[in-house]
């Protein structure tokens, strides 16, 4: 059992996804003892992240902070920030409330303002294939709701080439009849961010809807960003 944005989008051969969770609120949150929300953030507010996703698009949002790399699981960050004088910590709201510290949480910040990660809130659930008796068991888990908007965003991340060293944001979920994929690329720093959103009527073909809706940013600039981010990885 993974947390599904930790799971590449091309699984080894000899294992299958074969179930997805019901997904937890996918946002990012703002954990704080000193400020509200990203917004009451003053000029030159120190905010420490792991990822490059929220940095990029935090640095659009607010190109006054200054952003610290913080690394190490859930337990390791919480300590690390509260041993420092920072302003403020980005996490997955998903791994604060399975470690019961909503209370720390100031701002569930909203998914216009940060996109998530692909797959973030979902668990995913990986077993040998061909193993039929564990998949019987393990198919009271899959969430099929959560796992067309799994599908969506790792087919736009898989036709992206991006991973966890790449500001790709994604946030497929039903709304009315249909799934509704919005998506991000941004450059690193956050100078450049460049949305879409795409929607289709039928679930069973999510991942078609992925891959367009990740057509359309790289028809729109996003393969300069990703080439230009590769580049000077390289």
Wanted: hydrophobic content about 40%; some cysteine; glycine content about 10%.
């Amino acid at each position: 059992m993974h947390s599904l944005k930790d799971l590449p989008t091309e699984t080894p051969a000899g294992l299958v996804i074969a179930a997805i969770s019901e997904r937890e609120d996918v946002n990012d949150v703002l954990i704080s003892s000193k400020w509200n929300s990203i917004a009451d953030l003053p000029e030159g507010a120190v905010i420490a992240t792991g990822s490059l996703r929220r940095t990029a698009q935090l640095r659009h949002l607010r190109p006054d902070l200054q952003i610290i790399d913080i690394r190490g699981n859930l337990n390791t960050r919480m300590q690390k920030f509260d041993a420092s004088e920072w302003d403020g910590m980005m996490l997955a709201y998903a791994g604060v409330k399975r470690l019961g510290w909503e209370h720390r949480i100031a701002q569930v910040i909203p998914t216009s303002l940060i996109l998530p990660a692909v797959g973030q809130g979902a668990l995913g659930i990986e077993i040998r294939d061909g193993d039929t008796e564990t998949a019987k068991y393990v198919a009271a888990l899959h969430d099929e709701e959560s796992a067309a908007a799994a599908y969506a965003e790792r087919a736009l991340l898989r036709t992206l080439e991006g991973g966890c060293q790449i500001p790709i944001g994604s946030y497929a979920r039903r709304i009315g009849s249909r799934l509704t994929l919005d998506a991000m690329v941004a450059s690193i720093d956050g100078t450049i961010r460049l949305d879409t959103r795409g929607t289709t009527g039928d679930f069973s073909r999510a991942a078609d809807l992925g891959v367009r809706v990740a057509d359309k940013l790289l028809a729109n600039g996003a393969r300069e960003i990703l080439d230009g981010i590769r580049g000077t990885e390289a």
